[in-house]
Nanobody, 121 residues
Framework: QVQLVESGGGLVQPGGSLRLSCAASGSIFSIYRMGWYRQAPGLQRELVAAIRSGGSTNYADSVKGRFTISRDNAKNTVYLQMNSLKPEDTAVYYC???????????????WGQGTLVTVSS
């Protein structure tokens, strides 16, 4: 009912930048919260950054000052601008969104398929 499609991952050198995008589509009435998570090999998935419909944000301590999350409510799209990338930022990045569906107003919690970010020289 709700699909999230991520784009923008790839290989970048340490100190470089990447911008991830995630577009939500489907039977969406309203999106409350959109976020980015990441999972490195052998580690648990962790929250990177999240943004609510009113614009409030929160970030993992490890990315504060380097990453910026933003959203375009008209396009149901969330972005993650990643600057000063470090090798430890290497992971699969997943988009997440929650909200309500049209007609039923039921709650949804959806995930994207993930996009790989590799930071290496």
């Amino acid at each position: 009912q709700v699909q999230l499609v991520e784009s923008g991952g790839g290989l970048v050198q340490p100190g470089g930048s990447l911008r991830l995008s995630c577009a939500a589509s489907g039977s969406i009435f309203s999106i409350y919260r959109m976020g980015w998570y990441r999972q490195a090999p052998g580690l648990q998935r962790e929250l990177v950054a999240a943004i609510r419909s009113g614009g409030s944000t929160n970030y993992a301590d490890s990315v504060k000052g380097r990453f910026t999350i933003s959203r375009d409510n008209a396009k149901n799209t969330v972005y993650l601008q990643m600057n000063s990338l470090k090798p430890e930022d290497t992971a699969v990045y997943y988009c997440n969104a929650d909200g309500s569906l049209v007609a039923s107003q039921k709650f949804f919690d959806a995930w994207g398929q993930g996009t790989l970010v590799t930071v290496s020289s």
